[in-house]
């Protein structure tokens, strides 16, 4: 079936690097690209950035430009999001998602299948 | 703007109809995409482009839109329908911001 796994959960100390990994199966890859959305504990969801899993054009969310990189390796049907200089307000559960519903002769924006999250924690 | 307003809490009695609206200068030219999350558990899709359901979501979940506000309406609420609710819409950069979120509490 069509799914997405993600790598477990990771405890970083403030001024660290995380690279949180998503592994895609049972569908074609590079025919979607991969959105990575976060949420901080208790707060809603906060949309990172996407990535094209067929040419890795990435468009990142302005607040995380310069911090963060979306990387994809086709080889492995794998998709990766690192995030540098880690803050406590970078404490959250990231997921990764599919960005993109086929609609036959139109291509929806809708997130249709998600990782199960990692869990992200910033502390000294 | 990219911002995307949710009311923060909604409620409904057990099998009335609830509307749950999102609004945002960019549902003017973009559809709206709505997304269900329980405690603990990954946000699941309902709603995309003008109202089309995935695969396995009830038929009590339908989406519309008018103007600025996009809508996801729940016709006879299920005590499992208790959850949030996220919408979600592209802009004009090609950024997807989420709304803030509206929980749902079932009566």
């Known amino acids: 079936q069509v799914q997405l796994v993600q790598s477990g959960a990771e405890v970083k100390k403030p001024g660290a690097s995380v690279k949180v990994s998503c592994k895609a199966s049972?569908?074609?890859?590079?025919?979607?690209?991969i959105s990575w959305v976060r949420q901080a504990p208790g707060q809603g969801l906060e949309w990172m950035g996407w990535?094209?899993?067929?040419?890795?054009?990435?468009n990142y969310a302005q607040k995380l430009q310069g911090r963060v990189t979306m990387t994809t390796d086709t080889s492995t049907s794998t998709a990766y999001m690192e995030l540098r200089s880690l803050r406590s307000d970078d404490t959250a559960v990231y997921y990764c998602?599919?960005?993109?519903?086929?609609?036959?002769?139109?291509?929806?924006?809708?997130?249709?299948?998600w990782g199960q999250g990692t869990m992200v924690t910033v502390s000294s | 703007s990219s911002e995307l307003t949710q009311d923060p809490a909604v409620s409904v009695a057990l099998g009335q109809t609830v509307r749950i609206t999102c609004q945002g200068d960019s549902l003017r030219s973009y559809y709206a995409s709505w997304y269900q999350q329980k405690p603990g558990q990954a946000p699941v899709l309902v709603i995309y482009g003008k109202n089309n359901r995935p695969s396995g979501i009830p038929d009590r979940f339908s989406g519309s839109s008018s103007g600025n506000t996009a809508s996801l309406t729940i016709t006879g609420a299920q005590a499992e329908d208790e959850a949030d609710y996220y919408c979600n819409s592209r802009d004009s950069s090609g950024n997807h911001p989420f709304g803030g979120g509206t929980k749902l509490t079932v009566l």
């Open positions: 990535i094209s899993a067929y040419n890795g054009n990435t």
């Open positions: 049972g569908y074609t890859f590079t025919s979607y690209g």
């Open positions: 998602a599919r960005d993109g519903v086929n609609g036959g002769d139109f291509w929806y924006d809708a997130f249709d299948i």
